[in-house]
């Protein structure tokens, strides 16, 4: 058996180098095929989004819709559910921005720096499954008070566009300066504040929901509409590589990464 | 495939962090030893691009690493120095989402997550929310997501922080297991991690790499300074008045004193054969002074 396994070598050809230099190409150009494309990524997302997300963003819809539907039956006055819509809408909506935030996790970021999906691509994915859904559940509240009020259509749009607009612009200005980590506790309060605006706003000019007012809301919608343009081209920017990069403090980790 | 940094400079103000570098990264392990501020972790961050040079350039294969972007960054395996994840994430998940973010198809990702977390062990918690992790299984989590994509870089600051002993072997050993192949630069202050599996070791102090070498290379450069003496108290406090002292140790009425110097610090001193650590602590002995 010694003697028949010394005899081994001998008998084994040398490996034909041309021929593992083809399967090692072969290989390379299968890998290539299974690449992920960027649509791909973008849906792949989804999967990483908690989806006790989305129960409690339906629930606290129907539960707020039910609300002020029994409000409106009791003979609300018009001027207040037009104000109730304003408040409410940016409330439906925030529970999003918090998964969103995370992407700026600050001891995540460094990893998702030098990944190949760069921080610009996860933001966009993030921005358009969001936005899409955002869309939809905008779509579906204003159908909703449109077919169950009877009430403007225009009217409802503007008032409910408005405060969305402007929590879209504010919390994305908001996550640019936010070093603390608590960016949830930052969102809610900001959104408190523009809820509160809107309800000071029709105690103290009902008026303001006027037919009459409608051109001046409609004003406000386009420059909400250009801000909420500016602050996510704006996000998008300073997530570019080159503008991260030298962002980085140094040294300690106690500090926010990226601003 | 080679790594090359050239005149590579990072300023943070007038701070000079790591100061006009030149070396060449190729297969093989590199540790990197220095002190806390002595520009390992800028000089990483460099390397993977999360921080741009302020003055020179960091060439892979010839080609700028800024300009090659996605390219590059399909190439890198990096472990940070303080490693994060989404508390509420499990393992496996964590795992996943990291292999998304490294454009590995999900039928892959499965695959190389299972092999990987059996590879650090932790096939067992795979379905364990990260938070509820020790520090040892965070970092060994680290190193996996690090060599998710089957890194040609693979850059590991600190990666035994927080590991015990046991681990820190089991460690190095699959470093040593992975390290065919691609380059592995891995920074840390602890002399034995990168004792027995670095290629080679670069000293690094001030922004600069003050050696590099082989550790049979770099010991061979203090051979006749380490000294050992056995003296009483009162000698000893003399001698640690005088001399930088690498290690101390008491027995009974007597100290053990393990010395570094250029000449015979003590008549019953007795020269050493010197070790890595003892470089260490010869090189950084102001830097340890200050501290």
Redesign the interface.
Known sequence: MKKEWKMYPGRIPEPDMAKKEQARQKILCEMQQ???TDI??IC??I??V?PYLWVVQMLFWLLVSAGMYRLQSDGMQEYRLYSLIAMVTPVLFVFQIEQFA?IY??????????????LKK?LLARLLIFGTVDLFALAGWIAFWHVGTESDLWRITLYSLVPFNLMVAGLFVLLRFEYSGHYSYIAISYMAVLGGLFDVLARWRPGIYGTENEIWWFAVLLVTLLLGIWSVSVLLKCSM??G???E?N??T?NEMLWR | MKLTLEQTTKCYGDKIAVDHLNTTFENGVYGLLGANGAGKTTLMRMICGILSPTSGAIQYDEQDITSMGEEYRELLGYLPQDFGYYPEFEAKEFMLYIAALKGIPPMMARRKTKELLELVGLSQVARKKIKTFSGGMKQRLGIAQAMLNDPKILVLDEPTAGLDPKERVRFRNLISDVASERIVILSTHIVSDVEYIADQIMLMRGGCIVAIGTVEELVETIAGKVWEVVTDRCNADALCGKYDIINLRHEQDMVELRIACDGKPDEDAQPVTPTLEDLYLYEFRETTEVK
């Open positions: 299974y690449r992920m791909q990524f792949g997302q999967r990483f908690r995370k996790q600050q001891s995540m970021l460094e990893i998702e720096l030098t990944t190949r999906f760069s996860l590589e080159k991260v990069q030298n980085i140094f040294g980790n």
